[in-house]
């Protein structure tokens, strides 16, 4: 059963091959919500500390944790429940240098690789299997700290947890919270 909150959201699947913005709308805690063309699709809200984000969409409600202060890791779990159903791996160089990419691995088996489109403008993406761009991430340069653009590509309509990968996408892309 669908909480009223979630009911508030427009799936993300219906944007697929459009543009939508992250915008932050609250300062403490930090809040971001996704919208296209004036639909609202997510909410991400960044808890203090950042070891803890919540997401929510028409989809459900996620929690976004990093295991331990000492893990490069993060962890998906279902609102409300202990056992991750996916779990973020960053690629680090020399074992401690975050480099910008990394794989989100499913229980279910899907997996999606986290990668820098170009260096100067900051642009990545979760691509799939087969190297196809799904959603990319953008910064803006006069709303850097403030929002940042996300291009749904048409393919993007058939992944089931494209809400995930749109949270996880602002997640890493804000600044002082990568998975590091």
Do not use: C
């Not at 070891?51 to 976004?64: M, R």
């Not at 990319?136 to 929002?147: D, E, F």
């Not at 947890?161 to 602002?170: H, T």
């Amino acid at each position: 059963m669908k909480t009223s909150d979630e009911r508030a959201f427009t799936p993300l699947e219906k944007f697929a091959g459009h543009t939508g913005t992250w915008r932050r709308i609250g300062l403490v805690p930090r809040l971001y919500e996704l919208e296209f063309d004036g639909q609202l699709a997510a909410r991400l809200t960044v808890r203090v500390g950042r070891q803890t984000s919540h997401l929510v969409a028409a989809g459900g409600a996620w929690d976004i944790v990093r295991p331990s202060i000492w893990s490069s890791a993060l962890a998906v779990l279902r609102a409300g429940q202990d056992a991750a159903l996916a779990e973020y791996e960053p690629n680090n160089w020399l074992g401690f240098l975050y480099s910008g990419t990394g794989t989100l691995q499913f229980d279910s088996g899907a997996r999606f690789a986290w990668r820098k489109l170009d260096f100067w403008a900051g642009r990545h993406a979760f691509v799939d299997d087969h190297g196809i761009p799904l959603l990319t991430m953008t910064p803006r340069w006069l709303m850097h700290r403030r929002g940042r653009e996300l291009t749904l590509a048409p393919e993007a309509a058939r992944v089931t947890a494209l809400p995930v990968l749109a949270g996880l996408a602002l997640r890493l892309r804000l600044p002082g919270s990568h998975a590091h």
